[in-house]
């Protein structure tokens, strides 16, 4: 098993560019995690999916933020227009958490973005 | 509300010693699990112990355990044996049996040689 896998492993960009994060779960996983970390809010987490429809959304910050999860195996989170506040690391995580209550939450190794 | 709380911003540990990184949580269910997750400065997010309410018996993976004390909504991970790879921030995660998991904000672990 690959794990998690998300792209770019870092991302530099100006303001008011487009960044279009992308993230791969583990297969068979029926739930998806998008979060966000910085050193002055720490872990956050900003949206997650429930076979590929998003059931909570409310820690996306603002309308810049949008994500999407049109199948199984694949996730973007995009932020238009970016702003330097916006730099952190993003992480995608996934998990099953069918009958399998006690399955963990499954790391990507995140996406450093920068804004300059 | 569901929160996580780890008092203990940073700790320290002589190599080879044993340290105890503390965790408390709030909840009113009955039924959730708990995990603690492990983050070098690779920053990659490792699972170190995870731990099921309805379990009396504290887990234990190697060199880690744990202290459940349900009760007092207590979780703290007692790492025996520090190594200099233990040095990282540990997070404290609980899980109630819906979809979400809420996460402390970390203590940094400084393992000296």
């Known amino acids: 098993d690959a794990g998690v896998i998300q792209s770019p492993r870092h991302e530099v960009t100006e303001m008011g560019q487009e960044v279009t994060l992308r993230c791969k779960p583990i297969?068979?996983?029926?739930?998806l995690f998008w979060y966000r970390q910085t050193m002055m809010r720490g872990l956050e987490l900003l949206i997650y999916f429930n076979n590929n429809v998003p059931i909570d959304d409310s820690g996306m910050p603002e309308d810049r933020f949008s994500a999407k999860m049109p199948n199984a195996s694949f996730s973007t989170l995009k932020i238009q227009p970016s702003e330097p506040r916006d730099s952190a690391v993003y992480f995608c995580?996934?998990?099953?958490?069918?009958?399998?209550?006690?399955?963990?939450?499954?790391f990507g190794n995140g996406t450093r973005l920068t804004v300059t | 509300a569901q929160t996580v709380t780890q008092s203990q911003p940073e700790m320290s540990v002589q190599e080879a010693e044993t340290v105890t990184l503390s965790c408390t949580y709030d909840?009113?269910?009955?039924?959730?699990?708990l995990f603690w997750y492990k983050q070098p400065p690779s920053r990659q997010m490792i699972l170190v112990i995870r731990q099921e309410a309805y379990k009396q018996q504290n887990a234990t993976e190697n060199r880690f355990s744990v202290n459940f004390q349900k009760a007092a909504k207590s979780f703290s991970l007692k790492i025996s044996d520090s190594q200099l790879g233990d040095a990282a921030m540990y997070f404290c995660?609980?899980?109630?049996?819906?979809?979400?998991?809420?996460f402390g904000t970390g203590t940094s672990l400084t393992v000296i040689p």
């Open positions: 909840t009113s269910e009955s039924d959730y699990y």
């Open positions: 995580a996934s998990s099953l958490l069918g009958l399998q209550y006690n399955s963990p939450l499954h």
């Open positions: 297969s068979g996983h029926d739930y």
């Open positions: 995660a609980y899980r109630p049996l819906g979809n979400q998991f809420y």
